[in-house]
């Protein structure tokens, strides 16, 4: 078997091998589908229905009819293509200059970049789409979503606008799906009277079956009423406000909850918003058929977070946490105005993710900018705002970018400053757990509604807690925090939390657990006898089978890590099935 890829994962070879008689593969950046070539030379499309956008993974260029530059200098190309370039013309100006760069022995990038600049000047209009279309690409949406958003809204249309209706389209397109709820056939429940290692883990929707209708042993609620979604309770597709955020009109001003989950204990589920497709009509499902509250961070801060929420909360009396924080990145960044350039129209960053760019990035950047003395011609801006959006850059001198901070990620996601630094927590680290974790002044508006509710004091149960997002989000809210049950695998985040907990004197009591699997019925039994009970279960199981940046494993609720959900479900249904007795 012969591949025009030089470097595959061991997973992709292994499905390859699968199809037997393979004989070359080509990958088409432009459908983003695996097309394999059979002896006969016939092509067909491979996993076309898998998203492989990522905002940080490298791309596998190339192709077995290209021309023999693309092939001889395959990292030229993979450079010039991610930095905006459509790949005609890179491997044009490649051509252009493959005489000087076999006689010099090396690849010479500022000559080509000069030959790209000068092709592309001569012909701005053709890229424009292009560049447009790399970005939003490489901002993670769907290739096809992409296109959509341009030929609707037009090439002239802002990036965030264009974001905003792709994710309101890709929305209204879940939202479709939750039209049609399939039956499902009774065939498992969930036993609250066993220990998880007495059972299977409920890892698969092959082991754990959602049913419509309420058991014997009472343990799944009646449908009485139509869902959520029959009932037009959101609005339709548009910026990503949920039941309402603050200083936004055309807040939705009732729902209706199912009976059974209508009073507490409330609970809260939170993931990413653009998950694939099925994904929030299963979680749905689950989590009582309750319509998600799809929430962008952006109008609670200066980054953007598409974010879903499940969740028995009231929705009226909402209030936001106080002072309100910086909106804009020049208010939350204010030394980097003195070097922002005109050009550069971005108010918002993009959602931050658990890595940063490379120093080869910036520096690049650095010397692609300084061979302009004034603003630098269109097509370059483009091509360098490309990769600003795509790191969350931000101007630190003339002409230099630099990634964000710890600190600042702190700032942005409504965490006090140093509350992952230190106590051998690692750069990478903070990077990481703060890339995973709550918005807090998102997510302590919807918990607002608690205040009133809990005078003096409220039980947590904190499944999935990561740093602390959830216990910060009560505490800034000003709501005694009197027991939580803290369960989070990894130890840096439970040291975290626990250093918290002490700087910030609680007098409550906080239990560390590691494993949310080894949360047994017993276990919550003797928690609930012992405090009077859970008034809010809170968390948001891991993303990593949901995200676009995930292009091997983007396996949804099956996924490894991402059916986790199911614990979080086994443990809600355990604790309210206790709690009601």
């Known amino acids: 078997m012969v591949l025009s890829c030089s470097t595959l994962t061991c997973d992709i070879a292994t499905e390859l091998e699968k199809l037997g008689g393979v004989k070359v593969l080509t990958c088409y950046l432009a459908s983003k589908s695996w097309y394999v070539h059979d002896s006969k030379g016939t092509s067909s499309p491979h996993n076309k229905d898998i998203d492989w956008n990522t905002d940080d993974e490298i791309e596998v260029f190339g192709e077995s009819s290209a021309s023999g530059s693309s092939a001889k200098h395959a990292k030229l190309l993979h450079h010039f293509v991610g930095m905006g370039f459509s790949r005609e013309t890179v491997i044009k100006a490649i051509d252009e200059n493959d005489f000087a760069l076999s006689m010099a022995g090396e690849d010479n990038e500022e000559d080509i970049m000069e030959t790209l600049l000068k092709l592309t000047s001569e012909n701005p209009s053709t890229e424009e789409n292009d560049e447009t279309l790399s970005i939003l690409i490489d901002m993670g949406y769907p290739f096809e979503d992409a296109l959509i958003a341009i030929d609707k809204c037009g090439p002239q249309a802002e990036i965030s606008d264009l974001a905003d209706f792709i994710s309101a389209f890709q929305l209204e397109k879940e939202i479709d799906s939750l039209q049609d709820l399939p039956n499902t056939e009774n065939v498992a429940s969930v036993d609250t009277q066993t220990k998880p290692s007495d059972q299977p883990h409920l890892h698969t929707s092959k082991k754990v079956k959602l049913l419509n209708n309420k058991r014997k042993d009472g343990i799944y609620w009646v449908r009485e009423k139509t869902s959520a979604v029959d009932m037009e309770i959101i609005h339709p597709p548009g910026p990503m406000t949920g039941f309402g955020v603050p200083n936004e009109v055309g807040q939705v001003i009732s729902r209706e909850l199912p009976r059974a989950v209508a009073n507490k204990p409330y609970f809260y589920f939170e993931n990413v918003a653009l998950a ?59 030394t980097t105005e003195k070097w922002w350039p005109s050009w550069d129209k971005r108010t918002k960053l993009n959602c931050l993710i658990t890595s940063t760019a490379p120093s080869t990035v910036t520096d690049r950047l650095r010397k692609t ?22 790191w969350n850059l931000v101007w630190v001198g003339k002409n230099k970018l630099a990634h964000l901070e710890p600190d600042e990620y702190e700032m942005l996601l409504g965490f006090p400053k140093d509350h992952t630094r230190g106590g051998g927590v690692t750069r990478t680290d903070r990077f990481k757990s703060l890339g995973n974790a709550f918005q807090v002044d998102t997510v302590a508006y919807h918990l607002s509604v608690l205040k009133d509710h809990f005078p003096n004091g409220i039980n947590v149960l904190s499944l999935f807690s990561g740093i602390g997002g959830a216990e910060v989000a009560l505490h800034r809210l000003g709501i005694m925090l009197k027991n939580v049950i803290s369960v989070e695998i990894a130890e840096v985040n439970r040291n975290i939390i626990q250093c918290w907990w002490e700087q910030t004197n609680q007098t409550g009591n906080l239990i560390e657990v590691e494993d949310v699997q080894k949360v047994s019925s017993d276990q919550l039994r003797q928690w609930i006898t012992k405090f009077g009970g859970f008034d809010l279960i809170i968390g948001g199981s891991p993303c990593n089978n949901f995200s676009g940046s995930n ?31």
């Open 551 to 581: 292009r091997v494993t983007r396996h949804g609720l099956e996924g490894e890590k991402s059916s986790l959900f199911y614990e979080y479900f086994r443990i809600l249904e355990a604790v309210m099935e206790i709690q009601k007795k």
């Open 369 to 390: 900018l300084q061979k302009f003395d004034d603003e630098p011609p269109q097509n370059v801006q483009g091509n360098v705002l490309q990769e600003i959006r795509k």
């Open 276 to 334: 694939p497709k099925g994904v929030w009509n299963s979680i749905s499902r689950f989590l009582y058929e309750i319509e998600p509250e799809f929430v962008d961070s952006k109008y609670f801060c200066a980054a953007m977070r598409k974010r879903g929420y499940i969740h028995n909360l009231p929705i009226h009396n909402r209030s936001p946490l106080l002072p309100i924080p910086p909106l804009t990145i020049q208010e939350a960044l204010p």
